[in-house]
């Protein structure tokens, strides 16, 4: 089966959802490379409230995740961008990330969503742990689950910085519980603050901020716990100790030495010497 425009041609590699209102494609994206996901609506009534949406969203030119919309034989599709991969819930669950990892990935997830200019809708929707994904190399893609695109009227900018601030929490979610990170436990708590302005631009810059002084005290304290800061700080100790000893001990041989020559000067006694002569000059 390949769904079609005029342009552009979609085969389709497996149907991954079948409704009553809509079908759902993974396809082959010919004219770009990769994947993508279809969604083609079959309910010709919600036409009039989803279109207006996907009009504003085509506008956005740099949102590149969505690819386009048309009609194909009485449906309206849908084409997103899609990734196959290890979901951000897998990569945290499964892998052992640093802070510093994972002060990274919340960056760049920040970032993608800006360079994206991701309308309301679409940022909750791929704004979850199952729909970022997360490469080997720290890449990251969205996935957007819009079965429901029919209820995209509904939700607000204040709904997706909500979500958001559910995946920064998501992410940093064993920093918060052992408290072994200060500055991200903070951040945390001004989150609701934060996104309640609705400014993804300032929630970046407040985050990156939070992160440059996360990661110096990180490394701070990497430092502090390596061998040789270890083994500094102990030949220092110690060097404190043998300085306080061979005080001690400067001073016990001082002592020693004084009462040496005190005896020496008992044992032999007092003697005056008498010069007979000095050079030629006798004396009497």
């Known amino acids: 089966m390949v769904i079609h425009t005029f342009e552009h041609e979609y085969p389709v590699s497996y149907v991954k959802e079948i409704s009553d209102i809509s079908e759902s494609y993974i396809c082959r994206n010919n004219a770009e490379g990769g994947l993508c996901r279809i969604l083609a ?13 996907l009009t504003d969203a085509d506008a956005i030119s740099a949102f590149s995740d969505f690819i386009e919309h048309f009609i194909f034989e009485d449906l309206l599709c849908i084409v997103m961008k899609y990734t196959q991969g290890i979901s951000l819930r897998d990569k945290i669950g499964t892998e052992s990330l640093s802070l510093s990892e994972k002060l990274e990935l919340a ?20 704004c979850t ?5 997360v490469d080997s190399d720290m890449t990251l893609h969205f ?10 009227d509904a939700c607000t900018r204040e709904d ?20 072994s990170s200060a500055e991200v436990s903070a951040f945390l708590d001004d989150l609701p603050a934060l996104t309640q302005s609705c400014d993804l631009i300032g929630l970046y ?7 440059m002084t996360a990661v110096s005290g990180e490394a701070k304290t990497a430092a502090e716990n390596s061998v040789w800061f270890t083994l500094w700080e102990k030949i220092k100790k110690l060097g404190a100790v043998l300085k306080k000893v061979l005080t001690v001990l400067l001073l016990l041989a ?6 040496f020559s005190i005896g020496k000067i008992k044992e032999s006694g007092t003697r005056h010497v008498n010069f007979e ?8």
Do not use: W
């Open 129 to 133: 742990p199952e729909t970022v994904i």
């Open 41 to 53: 609506i079959r309910d010709k009534s919600l036409f009039p409230a989803i279109i207006p949406r």
């Open 107 to 126: 960056r760049r997830i920040l970032e993608r969503m800006i360079l994206q200019e991701v309308p309301d809708y679409f940022l909750m929707k791929c």
């Open 277 to 284: 002569r000095i050079g030629t000059v006798e004396i009497k």
């Open 254 to 259: 001082a002592a020693a030495y004084l009462i």
């Open 205 to 211: 810059s407040a985050y990156h901020t939070m992160m």
């Open 143 to 152: 996935n957007y689950p819009i079965e429901d695109i029919e209820n995209a």
């Open 160 to 179: 997706a910085m909500k979500q958001v601030a559910g995946l920064l929490r998501f992410i940093f979610a064993k920093e918060a519980a052992d408290y």
